[in-house]
Nanobody
C-alpha cells in the first residue's frame, strides 16, 4: 500500500514560481517511478514530469526549461519546482507513483495551482 500526499499549491501570479512537494509513505522502492501529472478542468490528466532517479527525468514539452523534478529516496519525497508560471499552467497537480515491473500505480489527491493576476 502506498500513500501520496501533495503540498505547496496555491495562488501565484504569472511569471512567478512555486514548489510542489509530494510525500510518499508505505511500501516505497527505489525502482518506483515517481512523477507529477496535472489536470485542468474538463481535461484528462497529463504528464508533467517523471523521474527514475535524480539524474533521469523526463518532461512534457510545456514543462521543459521551466519545471524541474527532483527526488529524495531517503525521505521518500518528490518535488516539482515550477518557474515562469503561465495562466495555462493552472490545474490540479497530482503526485503519481508507478510500480515498475508490476504495473501498479498510485495517485495522490492533488493540490491546486492557480496562476492568475
Amino acid at each position: 500500500q502506498v500513500q501520496l500526499v501533495e503540498s505547496g499549491g496555491g495562488l501565484v501570479q504569472p511569471g512567478g514560481s512555486m514548489r510542489l512537494s509530494c510525500a510518499a509513505s508505505g511500501s516505497i522502492f527505489v525502482a518506483d517511478v515517481l512523477g507529477w501529472y496535472r489536470q485542468a478542468p474538463g481535461n484528462r490528466p497529463e504528464l508533467v514530469a517523471r523521474i527514475i532517479n535524480d539524474g533521469s527525468a523526463a518532461y512534457s514539452d510545456f514543462a521543459k526549461g521551466r519545471f524541474t523534478i527532483s527526488r529524495d529516496n531517503a525521505k521518500n519525497t518528490v518535488d516539482l519546482v515550477m518557474n515562469n508560471l503561465k495562466p495555462e499552467d493552472t490545474a490540479e497537480y497530482l503526485c503519481h507513483l508507478d510500480r515498475r515491473f508490476t504495473g501498479e500505480e498510485f495517485w495522490g489527491q492533488g493540490t491546486q495551482v492557480t496562476v492568475s493576476s
